[in-house]
């Protein structure tokens, strides 16, 4: 029998290091004795003691025990559940260092995975720091040895939910009833069978989204319908896939949000929006600025979602196209630019990943300007078509940093564009989410 050595255990021998660095995701940067190691909670400047949690060949891992030299960057963390929940993990580092970090992210991305670099920087944009978070999902789980049901976001580091009194970054309207959530369901027959909650929380009112697993009583019925009715909440379920998404209370209801110059924008609980109301605002307004539009112009949205670009766009007197992949979004980005009285704008389906979109009879007459606001990753197949369909200006938003360096790299050295501006935007602050927005602009022919 091959007798394997036994893992030797580690240390916690109190140790003091110095943090050299912040890496993208916030953690402390260490130097011991030559090996890098990171230390959740600590910043730049800082002399820490901490003990080894983990040891591996090219890097180690610790934990904080003690700040014995703070950062003058550092502020006490709002939240009582901060260091626990892994939720936001830069309440530690003021507003100002969180959007130098994001700065600095972005810089070093666009140059490693782009080797571009703008000709001009943007003004960040930035809202209100706290109870900003109008959509998330909520992990649920019944951990038996509490007997008690959790709602809220993972510990941080693990798979288990937190167990939250509130959460400071939601909306109030959410983010004070954790406690009572888990009160809920651990009424209902089926407590142990509702993984998730989704929030979605619009100017009017905010729905929760209850997945289940399992069908529910009346009587679960019953008592999700009395805790909207109590608490003024629209109360959806969910039983399998998106299409089985329907209203339980009241009997009829919608979400929306207003936009720019008082269009309305209606949305399901489900679908992809913007999590924080004011910084969505800002950056819509930025992107118009960009894209100095006039009425001859033919935009070319794509990613559209519901609409949240196209129809500001369509305000400006432009023709404007928005295109997306899920037919569902589209009917609805449909629908409120009939709502909003809106006749030179059009939606149509197309997987936005596949070549042959341009070939589409919308595509045929070109555009002179594009947004584009795509998933993480990126939009490389829709950028390579974009000096083919004669765009000059192109305002691309983004929600990762490496792939929208990766495109600007495409863009800057193959499609013939210049990288004008980018800048950081705070769409989630106190964490290391770097949110962008970037112009491209064709270079002039002689």
């Not at 929030?199 to 009346?218: E, K, Q, S």
């Not at 910084?279 to 559209?304: G, I, P, T, Y």
């Not at 037919?327 to 449909?334: E, F, N, Q």
């Not at 360096?405 to 495409?410: I, L, W």
Request: net charge neutral; glycine share 8%.
């Amino acid at each position: 029998m091959v007798q394997h050595p036994k893992r030797k255990r580690l240390s916690q021998e109190p140790q003091i290091g110095s943090i050299e660095a912040l890496t993208h995701e916030g953690r402390g940067v260490a130097r011991i004795d030559g090996k890098t190691v990171f230390i959740d909670g600590t910043l730049p400047g800082e002399k820490v003691l901490f003990h080894y949690v983990r040891r591996r060949s090219k890097f180690d891992e610790g934990r904080l025990l003690e700040v014995l030299q703070p950062a003058p960057t550092r502020v006490e963390p709002r939240c009582r559940h901060f260091g626990v929940c892994g939720g936001c993990s830069l309440q530690h580092l003021s507003p100002g260092a969180q959007l130098q970090l994001k700065q600095e992210t972005l810089t070093e991305q666009f140059r490693h995975f782009g080797g571009v670099e703008p000709e001009q920087w943007l003004t960040p944009l930035t809202g209100t720091d706290w109870g900003y978070r109008r959509k998330a999902r909520l992990g649920v789980k019944f951990v038996k040895k509490k007997d008690r049901v959790l709602v809220g976001f993972r510990e941080k580091g693990g798979r288990l939910i937190a167990a939250l009194e509130c959460c400071e970054v939601l909306h109030p309207s959410v983010g004070l009833l954790l406690p009572e959530l888990g009160e809920l369901i651990a009424s209902l027959s089926c407590y142990d069978r509702i993984p998730q909650i989704e929030v979605a929380v619009g100017d009017n009112a905010t729905g929760l989204v209850f997945r289940h697993l399992v069908p529910l009583t009346t009587a679960d019925m019953e008592q999700l319908a009395d805790f909207g009715r109590a608490h003024g909440l629209q109360i959806y379920l969910q039983g399998g896939g998106i299409e089985t998404l329907c209203l339980l209370w009241p009997e009829s209801a919608e979400l929306s949000y207003s936009q720019f110059e008082n269009l309305e924008m209606v949305f399901l609980p489900t679908d992809f929006m913007q999590v924080n109301r004011e910084v969505n605002s800002k950056m819509v307004q930025q992107v118009l600025a960009l894209l100095e539009l006039k009425s001859h112009d033919r935009v070319l949205d794509l990613f559209c979602g519901v609409g949240n670009f196209t129809l500001p766009l369509a305000s400006s007197g432009a023709e404007v196209v928005g295109v997306e992949g899920s037919a569902g979004l589209v009917a609805r980005a449909t629908a409120n630019a009939k709502h909003n009285q809106l006749g030179n704008v059009n939606f149509e389906v197309a997987d936005l990943n596949e070549l042959d979109w341009v070939r589409h009879a919308w595509a045929q007459n070109g555009f002179s300007k594009a947004v584009l606001d795509p998933p993480r990753s990126g939009a490389l197949t829709a950028v390579q078509q974009m000096s083919a369909l004669q765009v000059q200006r192109i305002v691309y938003v983004s929600c990762n940093p490496a792939t929208l360096a990766r495109d600007a790299g495409e863009l800057v050295n193959r499609q013939g564009y210049h990288l004008r501006y980018a800048g950081v935007m705070d769409m989630f602050p106190h964490t290391p989410h770097v949110e962008t927005i970037a112009l491209f602009e064709q270079a002039r022919k002689n």
